[in-house]
């Protein structure tokens, strides 16, 4: 069975340009959540999608957004991208929401710098 | 607000030896925990979980335990090996809510 599943691997923006992020979960997956790890604040969660809609939100700004399809792929979108997003962004699927004590199995991430 | 704190960035351990990971919560009512372990380049892996309403679990060298008076989680790791050099996150659930991390101990494991 293949893993979660994130797209791109690493990319480079400049400040004030905006980014699509692309996760594929476990194939049965049906629950989403996206989280940004930077150094020293560990994982912080953005939000949370099951069967194509948002079941909770952290406490991000707005220009965080995602969303989720039909097949459960997910992507998230950060616009007017500041220093300050660059981060490991991480993604990782779960057979039922997270609040049913599902574990979270994780893809590898994306790598975003910020310049 | 960090609900879920792993006060030791680091740690260093010899091989053979016992490794001790902390993590203290505020919410009391969180109702499952867990740790996951994460090397570089790759994402989190699960390692181990516990309920609330148990004080330990066991798996292989990994043993979780639980003091909900002190609402303090600690991870024993016996005996320690080099393949366990990785960075530990502890993560607390609310019931029916999102699952918050700490902010991950980094360990290491000496030959």
């Known amino acids: 069975k293949a893993g979660v599943t994130q797209t791109p691997r690493y990319l480079i923006k400049t400040r004030g340009q905006q980014v699509t992020l692309s996760c594929s979960p476990i194939s049965g997956h049906r629950s989403v959540s996206w989280y940004q790890q930077t150094p020293g604040q560990g994982l912080q969660f953005l939000f949370e999608?099951?069967?194509?809609?948002?079941?909770n939100k952290g406490n991000f700004p707005g220009r965080f957004s995602g969303r989720q399809f039909s097949n459960s792929r997910s992507e998230m979108n950060v616009s007017t991208l500041e220093l300050g997003d660059s981060a490991l962004y991480l993604c990782a699927s779960s057979l039922a929401p997270t609040g049913l004590r599902e574990k979270l199995f994780f893809g590898s991430g994306t790598q975003l710098s910020v310049l | 607000d960090q609900q879920v704190k792993q006060n030791s960035p680091s740690l260093s351990v010899q091989e053979g030896r016992i490794s001790i990971l902390n993590c203290d919560y505020t919410?009391?009512?969180?109702?499952?925990f867990l740790w996951y372990k994460k090397y570089p380049a790759e994402g989190p892996t699960f390692l181990i979980s516990?309920?609330?309403?148990?004080d330990k679990n066991e798996d292989g060298r990994f043993t979780v335990f639980l003091n909900k008076s002190a609402k303090h989680l600690s991870l024993h790791i016996v005996p320690s090996q080099p393949g366990d050099s990785a960075v530990y996150f502890c993560a607390a659930k609310l019931s029916g809510g999102k699952l918050i991390f700490g902010q991950g101990t980094e360990l290491s494991v000496k030959p």
């Open positions: 999608y099951f069967s194509e809609t948002q079941r």
């Open positions: 919410n009391s009512m969180f109702d499952y």
């Open positions: 516990i309920s609330s309403i148990k």
